[in-house]
């Protein structure tokens, strides 16, 4: 195989390096300007705190993802894959109650820790309705992350850092500019929308805002989490987020975000911390939460792998593990990622 891979996001990175363990020849192009993975804090959570489920195949890629990324480390000498507890404040009496009923459950005790007396006793933020903790959580230090794939990936491929003009883009052929390739792999997150063969995909452009502060008073040992994220990245400092800002179209970032961000970080905390970062990325984002994944049925040879999220750190490893199954196995793909699942493709 002599794959072209377009985006060196999660996404790009992941495919890219399940194709090199298979020796296969890969090239990616990326324009240098990533605007969801190196803004995104990595923040892996197998819970979905809204009605305290399971995240989609949750028991599928947390085991994998932890091998995939401790590999990198590996191969690379770097450390960027850090284990995390999440504390949940409870927003209510029913989310106790669910969460009593869910930690009683087998399918769920590898994730929710029983409501122990020392959640009770916690008061180092308000919890007027208790608190409770998630296991198997992590985060990735996304711009180290990025820099080992991208090592890794010019050691044994090529990388190469330009926009992907789609003029020079011949899909029948396979061909970009001067070079033909067995497939092409486009990973442009929410710039899909100027891909010809994919733009309508039913993906929006969703930005996220978010802040770095440094705190005495914010705890530090674990990722503190109610209407907002807090997550200790070492040095009294934090990132804080996270903002949904649907159909965005520019990464700017606004005081709007700032002010929505720092209030709900006051439900928390009663403080008032230092700002010394605000970042914003767009993430793409699906109605159904699943991503886009597939061949395209007229271009064949040319694929999409897209609409990652929120999960992208969580669910990339292995479904791009999945994908290269598809790719060099005839493997079959989790039906929910079906590309052709919402609306016909454009010619």
């Not at 929710?112 to 959580?137: H, M, T, W």
């Not at 230092?274 to 694929?303: C, L, M, V, W």
Request: aromatic content about 10%; overall charge neutral; hydrophobic content about 35%.
């Amino acid at each position: 195989m002599n794959a072209l891979i377009v985006g060196g996001g999660i996404a790009g990175i992941s495919i890219a390096l399940h194709l090199l363990k298979r020796g296969c020849s890969i090239t990616v192009i990326d324009q240098g300007e990533n605007k969801s993975t190196s803004v995104a804090t990595g923040l892996i959570n197998p819970i979905v705190f809204r009605r305290t489920t399971k995240s989609w195949r949750a028991d599928d890629f947390v085991p994998y993802q932890e091998k995939f990324y401790r590999d990198i480390e590996i191969n690379t000498s770097t450390h960027f894959f850090n284990p995390l507890v999440i504390r949940r404040v409870f927003s209510s009496e029913q989310e106790r109650n669910d969460w009593k009923k869910k930690q009683e459950r087998t399918d769920y005790q590898h994730y929710l820790n029983k409501i122990s007396a020392q959640d009770n006793e916690y008061n180092l933020v308000p919890c007027p309705f208790g608190s409770a903790r998630v296991d198997n959580c992590f985060w990735v230090d996304s711009l180290k992350f990025m820099v080992a794939g991208k090592q890794l990936i010019e050691q044994h491929g090529t990388w190469k850092t330009e926009p992907f003009n789609h003029s020079f883009f011949n899909a029948g052929e396979k061909k970009y500019k001067d070079n033909s390739y067995s497939h092409i792999i486009f990973c442009e997150g929410y710039e899909v929308k100027n891909n010809p063969l994919f733009k309508n995909l039913a993906i929006s452009p969703t930005k996220g805002q978010v802040l770095t502060v440094k705190s005495n008073l914010i705890p530090d040992d674990e990722s503190l989490n109610r209407k907002c994220f807090v997550l200790p990245v070492g040095d009294n400092q934090f990132k804080i987020g996270s903002t949904y800002e649907w159909e965005a179209q520019d990464c700017s970032i606004t005081d709007e975000g700032k002010n929505l961000i720092l209030e709900n970080l006051a439900i928390l905390i009663d403080d008032k911390p230092q700002i010394i970062g605000h970042e914003a990325g767009i993430r793409p984002t699906t109605i159904d939460r699943r991503p886009f994944i597939g061949e395209h049925s007229k271009y064949k040879g040319n694929y999409v792998f897209n609409g990652l999220g929120t999960k992208g750190y969580m669910i990339a490893p292995l479904l791009s593990n999945e994908f290269t199954s598809f790719l060099l196995d005839g493997g079959e793909l989790d039906p929910e990622v079906a590309v052709y699942r919402r609306e016909k493709l454009g010619d």
